[in-house]
C-alpha cells in the first residue's frame, strides 16, 4: 500500500467532514496528480475530484461541485478532501490515489498508485 487515507467517519446530513490521504512510503505526493473517488455499495468506483501537482487546477465530478473541495499541503505531504453539506448519497469508501502524468485525471486506469479506502457514512 503506498497511500493512506484516512478521516472518514460517521456524520448527519448537513455535517461536514475532511479526509487526509498521505503516503506509507517514500513518495513524494509533490510528483503526482493526485485524486479522490468513491465507491457506494453495490456501485463501481466513481470519481470525486482532482488536483494539479501544484494544486493551481482542481476538477470536480458534478455531484460533488459546489460541496467538496480538494486541496494539498506538499509541505506536509498530505491531500485533503473536504466534504461540506453531505447528503446520505455520499455514503461510501472513499480512496485516494496518484498519478505520474500531469494533466488531471478522471479515469480510474489513469492512477498508478492506490490507497486503502475511508469509510464514510452520512445518516439522514
Known amino acids: 500500500v503506498q497511500l493512506q487515507a484516512s478521516g472518514g467517519g460517521l456524520v448527519q446530513a448537513g455535517d461536514s467532514l475532511r479526509l487526509s490521504c498521505t503516503t506509507t512510503?517514500?513518495?513524494?505526493?509533490?510528483?503526482?496528480?493526485m485524486g479522490w473517488f468513491r465507491q457506494a455499495p453495490g456501485k463501481e468506483r466513481e470519481f470525486v475530484a482532482t488536483?494539479?501537482?501544484?494544486?493551481?487546477?482542481?476538477f470536480y465530478a458534478n455531484a460533488v461541485k459546489g460541496r467538496f473541495t480538494i486541496f494539498r499541503d506538499n509541505a506536509e505531504n498530505t491531500v485533503y478532501l473536504q466534504m461540506n453539506s453531505m447528503g446520505p448519497e455520499d455514503t461510501a469508501v472513499y480512496f485516494c490515489?496518484?498519478?505520474?502524468?500531469?494533466?488531471?485525471?478522471?479515469?480510474?486506469?489513469?492512477?498508478?498508485?492506490w490507497g486503502q479506502g475511508t469509510l464514510v457514512t452520512v445518516s439522514s
Open positions: 490515489a496518484g498519478d505520474l502524468g500531469v494533466l488531471l485525471a478522471t479515469e480510474l486506469d489513469e492512477y498508478d498508485y
Open positions: 512510503s517514500g513518495l513524494r505526493l509533490e510528483n503526482y496528480v
Open positions: 488536483i494539479s501537482r501544484l494544486g493551481e487546477s482542481t
